[in-house]
């Protein structure tokens, strides 16, 4: 069997025409849902229709199979919420393959 890895690259969009977005805390996790690093270390404000990206290189391989990221973001009065998404992209010769993952929100308590 042979295995194909991945490069990734986290989008974060913020869709409200007035108020910025604040990026509280960006984690990428393992398959096992340990943190490998964490991309922001104090709140990032993303301006209006502003966009924020982090890349996973395709040799990068610690997070392994069933990595993921986490966002904690806060935005002013009721605005429409952030469009998070993840690209996964890998070539081998003359192949090329991505999938996309939409992010959700989650519980946390």
Do not use: C
């Not at 991945?6 to 990026?23: C, W, Y």
């Not at 009721?78 to 993952?101: D, H, K, R, Y």
């Amino acid at each position: 069997m042979k295995y194909l890895n991945f490069s990734g690259a986290l989008s974060i969009h913020n869709t409200s025409a007035s108020d910025p977005l604040v990026i509280e805390k960006i984690d990428y996790r393992d398959g096992a849902g340990h943190i490998v690093e964490s991309y922001v270390t104090k709140p990032l404000a993303l301006q209006p229709f502003a966009s924020l990206q982090v890349l996973i290189a395709q040799d990068d391989v610690r997070g392994g199979t069933g990595a993921s990221f986490t966002v904690d973001w806060a935005i002013a009065g009721n605005e429409e919420e952030p469009v998070i998404e993840a690209l996964m992209t890998a070539t081998a010769g003359t192949q090329g393959f991505s999938f996309l993952s939409q992010g959700r929100r989650l519980a946390r308590r």
